[in-house]
């Protein structure tokens, strides 16, 4: 298993919640357990497609970034962001793209824990799907990255917010 790359730098704010940040240092290390890494482990799954799309082999890569659900939602929280749309092949684009996010720290930050919610929320997304067998939408997911990552800016932040206008 690859090693994450030297040049990607993990956000290790306290705005984002612990898990989350390790969640994604996993996912950039390639040890998250998706498919093809359980079958890495000998683990035998039932498919070793993409829960979300069924269309390619379920990896790190293709399940946050490259995904059709995961695709759309990128779209809607960088179009709500003010961004526009980006493909990502890499979870590392995805990082470098966060980190390379303006000049203000303040905009960086927010952006950087939306886009961390992102990736936790599609995980999330694949597992409901998996262990509850409860199917979700982009739009539905989006939803909830506004939502949480409001919550976690609001409670977690050193700035008081208590609008997400503000």
Not at 136 to 150: D, G, L, R, V, W
Request: proline share 3%; glycine share 4%.
């Amino acid at each position: 298993m690859a090693a994450p790359s030297q040049g990607v730098k993990i956000d290790w704010s306290k705005s984002i919640p612990l898990n989350v940040r390790c969640f994604v240092w996993r996912a950039l290390s390639r040890r998250i357990p998706v498919s093809s890494n359980l079958a890495i482990r000998g683990i035998t799954v039932e498919t070793n497609l993409c829960t979300l799309c069924n269309a390619e082999i379920e990896t790190e890569d293709h399940l946050l970034v490259k995904c059709k659900i995961a695709e759309e939602v990128h779209e809607w929280i960088l179009g709500w962001c003010g961004s526009d749309g980006k493909k990502f092949q890499h979870i590392e684009e995805f990082l470098d793209y966060i980190a390379s996010w303006g000049n203000c720290p303040m905009k960086k930050e927010i952006v950087s824990l939306i886009l961390y919610c992102t990736l936790w929320n599609i995980w999330k997304a694949r597992n409901n799907k998996i262990f509850m067998k409860v199917d979700t939408s982009p739009a539905k997911i989006a939803n909830e990255i506004i939502s949480q990552s409001y919550e976690w800016y609001k409670y977690r932040s050193s700035k008081s917010c208590n609008r997400w206008i503000d």
